[in-house]
């Protein structure tokens, strides 16, 4: 039987799913992780209200920690005491959203311009 979104998930299983669903995020001591690259103090403030209106929308709160050009975002569920489907739901929203790459779509939105005054996210791939 299936785990409800509240069961804590055991390591092997974090990591097994992380390496097939969320292969930029990390276990590590009880949180799942993901460090943003950004393009500077803009892009950053930009991932960090992006992270922050999806958590606050999905009601489940990650733990954030900025610098100049990078943000770390961590989620474990406090209540659960352990990583839980609402941590890799939330994992998996935010990085659709803050890894929305729309040149690489085609269509009428061209994405940011390669030119370093608009730079935002440092994509991995």
Avoid: C
Avoid at 62 to 87: F, Q
Wanted: glycine share 8%; hydrophobic share 40%.
């Amino acid at each position: 039987m299936a785990g409800t979104r509240d069961d804590v998930i055991d390591d092997a299983t974090i990591t097994a799913r992380l390496a097939e669903e969320l292969p930029a995020w990390r276990l590590d001591e009880g949180w799942i992780k993901r460090t943003y690259k950004t393009a500077g103090w803009k892009s950053t403030l930009m991932v960090i209200n992006t992270v922050g209106h999806l958590a606050e929308a999905a009601w489940h709160h990650p733990d954030i920690t900025a610098s100049y050009a990078w943000v770390e975002v961590r989620l474990t569920n406090h209540a659960a005491k352990g990583v839980t489907e609402k941590d890799f739901a939330l994992a998996a929203k935010i990085e659709e959203v803050v890894g929305w790459q729309p040149g690489t779509e085609g269509g009428a939105l061209e994405g940011t311009p390669t030119d370093p005054r608009f730079a935002y996210i440092k994509h991995d791939r």
